[in-house]
């Protein structure tokens, strides 16, 4: 049971950014506006990639890698962008390898969130950029997709957004969110100082 992302993606490809409300995008587009030349950003549960073309469109110069373990959906990302079928609580990337993660409608889905927030706090650069798309599972629309979700056989693991900022300050992130009628955007930093980044090697 559960969505067949592996058979949506052309479907994601066409209609998926239509999924993400307007006033979004500049949020989007201002996070990425601070990464420096040539950054390496992960979009991760990436699917066909709505994130990273949008990232791309705003940033030229930026490196997106995709990760998602559905291949059906990664057929269809852009063709600048790296695609890595993996999934979000075993990434294969290394320490600190990567300046910015973006996770578009796609955290709720993973089996592990709070594994999948500690690989990304691990591949992120210190200072790195944190930026998640999700649905409040007690407010508005996140209601109909909390509860679709889950007749669907989805995880459905859904945070309100002042759960998750505070799960992620647990793992060192500082940052806010803006809600608008149950989607929710969250922008957050690491901090240069983290536990991760104490116990790597020099
Ligand atoms: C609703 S789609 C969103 C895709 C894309 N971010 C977008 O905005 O169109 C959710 C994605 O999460 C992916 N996914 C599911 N479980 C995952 C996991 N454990 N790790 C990484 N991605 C996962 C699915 O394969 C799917 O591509």
């Known amino acids: 049971m559960g969505i067949p992302f592996d058979l949506l993606g052309r479907a994601f490809a066409r209609w998926g950014h239509r999924t993400y409300p307007d006033w979004a995008w500049p949020l989007l587009a201002r996070a990425l506006e601070g990464l420096p030349p040539g950054a390496r950003v992960l979009d991760l549960g990436g699917g066909t990639g709505v994130l990273a073309r949008a990232a791309l469109d705003t940033r030229a110069d930026l490196k997106l890698v995709i990760a998602d373990p559905a291949r059906g959906m990664l057929r269809h990302a852009p063709e600048q962008a790296e695609v890595v079928v993996a999934r979000a609580e075993a990434l294969p990337f290394a320490d600190a390898e ?73 793992l060192g992130f500082e940052g806010d969110y803006r809600e608008r009628r ?19 090697p020099a």
């Open 98 to 170: 990567m300046d910015a993660v973006l996770v578009g409608e796609a955290l709720h889905h993973f089996q592990d969130p709070p594994a999948a927030l500690g690989e990304i706090a691990r591949v992120l650069e210190p200072g790195g950029l944190l930026w998640i798309y999700e649905f409040d599972p007690q407010q508005g629309v996140g209601r109909w997709v909390y509860w679709g979700e889950r007749l669907l056989g989805e995880p459905a693991r859904f945070f309100p957004p002042a759960a998750l900022l505070r799960a992620l300050r647990s």
């Open 182 to 200: 149950g989607c929710y955007v969250i922008t957050a930093r690491l901090r240069s100082e983290t536990p991760q980044a104490a116990a790597r």
